[in-house]
């Protein structure tokens, strides 16, 4: 039998038919016997290397998923400040589409929402290599890739946009970046949809991972928030307009 360092069975050695067709003698055995404990040796050897490498596998993997979840905690935690701070939907828009689309290693990210009173649909484009001019472009309902996936209501992954009807020159054909691949998902406001949020354009790859597709679902959701919250100030501040003017004018008249 082979042991391994436990004094556990690991194996067998057996040996048949001596050449010679005589008995195996006592020197025979003992050749055996080295041969067998050096195999068991090895064997024993083997199965831990492989099971140590295995373990730092798994360390790795946990080393990494920890890194991950501290960036994302951090970039949330970034996002929250900048987006507390923002006076106006486009600030709002810069200070996530700034912070998303490096975590992401994307080359252009794009913000499109729905005018609150009017409905109309606007887009904010952000290009990494002109951090201070965010763009600003009004688009038509169904026209570009974020308006499909308003109307869809799903997430968009293109590996390859060329070809797709979706496109729109009006839109995409405006950024400053070209746009290859797009990972895309609606804003979900209260029972409907406040827009899209889109990366375009993988850097040193064609498309987007899971993990992007994680990191835009946490952005989007703390977008949504953001936006409606601007929006519920926002309107707080009109009726206390309204209802100082008012009383402005009640007393004028009195």
């Not at 406040?194 to 597709?213: C, H, I, N, P, V």
């Not at 501040?237 to 004028?252: K, Y």
Request: hydrophobic share 40%; proline share 2%; net charge negative.
């Amino acid at each position: 039998p082979l042991k391994n360092h436990r004094g556990q069975t690991v194996g067998v050695v057996q040996v048949l038919n001596k050449n010679t067709g005589e008995d195996f003698t006592s020197q025979d055995e003992e050749m055996v016997d080295v041969l067998s404990t050096q195999a068991a040796v090895a064997i024993d050897n083997s199965r831990l290397m492989l099971s140590l490498i295995q373990n730092n596998r798994q360390l790795l993997k946990t080393k990494e998923q920890l890194e991950r979840t501290l960036r994302d905690q951090q970039l949330l935690l970034e996002l929250e400040r900048a987006t507390a701070r923002a006076e106006s939907l486009a600030a709002l828009a810069r200070a996530a589409l700034s912070l998303v689309t490096p975590a992401c290693a994307a080359r252009g990210a794009a913000l499109q929402l729905a005018e609150e009173e009017t409905g109309d649909l606007v887009q904010f484009v952000f290009d990494p290599s002109r951090p201070d001019d965010l763009q600003r472009l009004g688009v038509k309902t169904g026209e570009g890739l974020l308006s499909a996936v308003m109307a869809d209501g799903g997430r968009m992954d293109l590996k390859t946009v060329a070809g797709d009807a979706r496109r729109s020159e009006r839109v995409e054909g405006r950024y400053t970046f070209a746009v290859t691949s797009v990972l895309a998902l609606p804003l979900e406001g209260d029972g409907e949809v406040l827009g899209a949020l889109g990366l375009f354009s993988k850097e040193g790859r064609e498309f987007f991972t899971d993990e992007d597709a994680a990191m835009l679902q946490l952005v989007g959701a703390n977008v949504s928030t953001a936006v409606r919250l601007y929006r519920a100030s926002a309107q707080r501040e009109r009726s206390e307009r309204l209802t100082t003017m008012g009383r402005l004018l009640s007393q004028v008249i009195h």
